[in-house]
């Protein structure tokens, strides 16, 4: 089982929707978690942070569940600039380790 | 810019030459990342640097790569006997090394073995 596990997609989804994608996690130790974004053939950037009481960011949710080992994220009202693969990472204080990313369409 | 930066961008060698790549990375951390990422994957962890130690190195890390990072700032990372299997997009990254603290990536070094 690998360490950090993402649905690889891609998730076509009409704008204007609300799409959500999992990410479950291995290691129970993993001390902090966050959500980045990458364009194709660009370099991730953070997109968010996810703390243990969930947070918001304008349309986008991040929500821990320490007790199932996974983190989400929530896109409200989808636009067409949202298309991109979005990548979660877990801290292990040590080290950063990566899911391989969920693909995201936004079509017209 | 004060990001981490990357050199160079794009790198094409022929099989069985040497490459070596250099990361910058923001002034104020002291953990930096090598990580290698090819198309549909995430990036898969090669080696990080506490300051100027090499702390941990990825099974990944044949016995052709080798990186360094003399003065606990820039880093290099070098391929030897480039093979095919090398190409790749070789990200850097750096971050405080705390805890809850992202990692800043830098563009990349596209790297095409031909």
């Known amino acids: 089982r690998k360490e950090v596990e993402q649905d690889p997609g891609p998730f076509n989804v009409p704008e204007g929707a609300t799409v959500a994608f999992n990410c479950t996690y291995s290691n129970s130790a993993s001390q902090s978690f966050f959500w980045y974004r990458q364009d194709c053939r660009k370099e991730p950037k953070l997109l968010m942070s996810v703390y243990s009481s969930g947070n918001e960011d304008g349309r986008f949710t991040a929500q821990l569940n320490r007790a199932s080992q996974y983190i989400s994220l929530l896109i409200r009202d989808s636009k067409l600039s949202d298309s991109a693969t979005y990548l979660c990472?877990?801290?292990?204080?040590?080290?950063?380790?990566w899911g391989a990313g969920t693909k995201l369409i936004i079509k017209p | 810019d004060t990001g981490v930066s990357q050199d160079p961008r794009h790198k094409i060698t022929k099989r069985g030459q040497n490459v070596t790549f250099r990361c910058d990375p923001i002034s104020e951390h002291n953990r930096l990342y090598w990580y290698r990422q090819t198309l549909g994957q995430g990036p898969e962890f090669l080696t990080y640097?506490?300051?100027?130690?090499?702390?941990?190195k990825s099974r990944l890390l044949s016995d052709r790569f080798s990186a360094e990072r003399p003065k606990g700032s820039f880093s290099t990372l070098e391929i030897q006997r480039t093979e095919q299997g090398d190409s790749a997009m070789y990200l850097c990254?750096?971050?405080?090394?705390?805890?809850?603290?992202?990692?800043?990536f830098g563009q990349g070094t596209r790297l095409t073995v031909v």
């Open positions: 990472v877990v801290n292990m204080g040590y080290q950063l380790i």
């Open positions: 990254a750096s971050s405080t090394g705390q805890l809850n603290t992202e990692a800043f």
């Open positions: 640097f506490q300051n100027e130690a090499q702390l941990e």
